[in-house]
């Protein structure tokens, strides 16, 4: 049981960060890496020496992309009375949020294949050959998704900085 806790122990923050990234639900990013680690340790034996790492990503991103059809037949449920007020009233103060609240929109026009690849390699650090296996696709589609990706996401974020100064770009005068 040591050795489990030794592997999987520092890889709770980063499978955190991806189930977040994936699911843009702290509370079911929570659910989801402990549904994750449930199986990674029921099934500590049946891993036949693969990767620790790939391995429990490889889980986590099943189980996301399960619970994404699911509520993609579901829908979307949250009462108007559970959103907090100054959420719905306040913008980002600072130009930092602004940036990274368009990264993330960007982020989230992308399909769900070209924003995890994105994540994978970008977020987590992973080499191309875990992803690869991670995602069970040859790790050439993996460098060309990734391409498409990264190109797709400048293409976004240039759309969104003109749309941005054609917004607020001048002032008119008025007599």
């Known amino acids: ?37 449930e199986r990674v340790v029921a099934h500590w034996q049946q891993r036949r020496g693969k990767d620790p790492r790939t391995w429990a990503f490889a889980i986590l991103h099943n189980l996301a992309v399960n ?8 829908g979307d449920h949250l009462p108007f009375e559970a959103v907090e007020e100054g959420v719905l009233a306040r913008r980002p103060a600072q130009e930092d949020a602004l940036v990274q609240a368009e990264l993330v929109s960007a982020l989230a026009q ?15 650090d992973l080499s191309y050959a875990q992803v690869s296996e991670i995602l069970a696709i040859p790790i050439g589609t993996v460098m060309s998704r990734l391409s498409r990706a990264r190109e797709r996401l400048r293409q976004l974020l240039e759309n969104s900085d003109r749309s941005a100064t054609r917004r607020g770009g ?5 007599k």
């Not at 977040?20 to 509370?27: G, M, P």
């Open 67 to 74: 619970r994404m059809r699911q509520k993609a037949r579901r």
């Open 110 to 124: 992308l399909p769900d294949d070209q924003r995890s690849l994105l994540l994978l390699v970008g977020v987590e």
């Open 170 to 174: 001048h002032l008119r005068s008025v």
């Open 1 to 37: 049981m040591s050795d489990l806790q030794r592997l999987v122990e520092p890889m709770i923050p980063a499978l955190r960060r991806y189930a977040r990234a994936l699911l843009r639900d702290t509370v079911a990013a929570d659910d989801l890496v402990q549904d994750c680690l």
